[in-house]
């Protein structure tokens, strides 16, 4: 973030030029320049939070991710019962997976959900055990926490791969932009913790809770870990080195040598 100090701008301080125009000018300068590092640093902030959004589906997204969850362990909490609690959650996430695709939003936002709820509802019913509905997304929970960790440990964190291409940056950070290297490694080190510490809650619910107990605190532990994990790596990455957008790079490489070929075309035409 940049800092800005104001402490020698006051009128007192500021030296004044013989016609009294000197501290003006000094003050307005450093406005400008103050100004132009605002708007760099709000658009470093835009840019960030629409990859963000893009790669992890917004609001939409994690309402999209609890819902069907909070139906099945509401209607479950009810009447206590697995089939009708599991088929009115994948009917739901079947109807917010098919907005999705009548909006022509991101596919991957669409099916996932889909999949995902799909899983749980025939491993559970499969299982005659109501808490397996949650077993699958436990799993990749965990899995997906012992990935982050593992990759920011390797310096090759997972975020940065995810995250890379919506950048436009691909793997530029690697090799070329150290300080983005380092914010998507600390980014991904805050992910994967945060999710260790919700599996070792869920977990534990899973071998000797109850499906009701599980379904409620899995619900409740859906959205502020994720809120809190895009947070921070929001703040991480607004504070790195913008990112080195490769594609515009390719593009002007390739357009600079047909530039350069047209012109050994036409000394050539122009010789003979």
């Not at 080195?244 to 122009?270: F, G, L, N, P």
Request: net charge neutral; aromatic share 10%; no cysteine.
């Amino acid at each position: 973030m940049t800092s800005i100090d104001n402490t020698d701008q006051t009128v007192g301080a500021d030296p004044v030029a013989p016609d009294g125009s000197g501290g003006s000018q000094r003050l307005d300068g450093a406005g400008g320049a103050d100004g132009g590092a605002q708007g760099t640093e709000e658009a470093a902030r835009a840019v960030t939070e629409a990859a963000l959004f893009e790669a992890f589906g917004g609001v939409r997204g994690m309402v999209e991710t609890t819902v069907p969850g909070l139906v099945f362990v509401a209607i479950y909490t009810v009447n206590h019962d697995l089939k009708s609690s599991a088929i009115a959650s994948l009917a739901l996430s079947v109807v917010m997976g098919v907005a999705r695709l009548l909006k022509r939003d991101t596919l991957k936002h669409a099916f996932s959900g889909v999949f995902g709820v799909a899983f749980g509802a025939v491993f559970a019913m499969v299982s005659g055990n109501a808490k397996n509905f949650y077993l699958p997304g436990m799993l990749y929970t965990l899995g997906l926490a012992l990935a982050y960790i593992l990759t920011a440990a390797a310096k090759v964190p997972l975020l940065g791969l995810i995250l890379g291409p919506i950048f436009k940056e691909n793997l530029s950070w690697r090799t070329r932009n150290p300080g983005r290297l380092r914010a998507y490694t600390k980014a991904s080190w805050a992910w994967g913790l945060i999710l260790l510490a919700k599996s070792a809650i869920l977990f534990p619910l899973y071998w000797w809770g109850n499906a009701t107990q599980l379904g409620w605190v899995k619900v409740a532990l859906g959205i502020p870990p994720f809120l809190l994990s895009v947070y921070l790596t929001w703040i991480f990455l607004v504070k790195a080195p913008p990112p080195i957008d490769v594609i515009a790079e390719m593009e002007a490489a390739e357009k600079a040598e047909k530039a350069e070929k047209a012109e050994k075309e036409r000394q050539a035409s122009a010789s003979s």
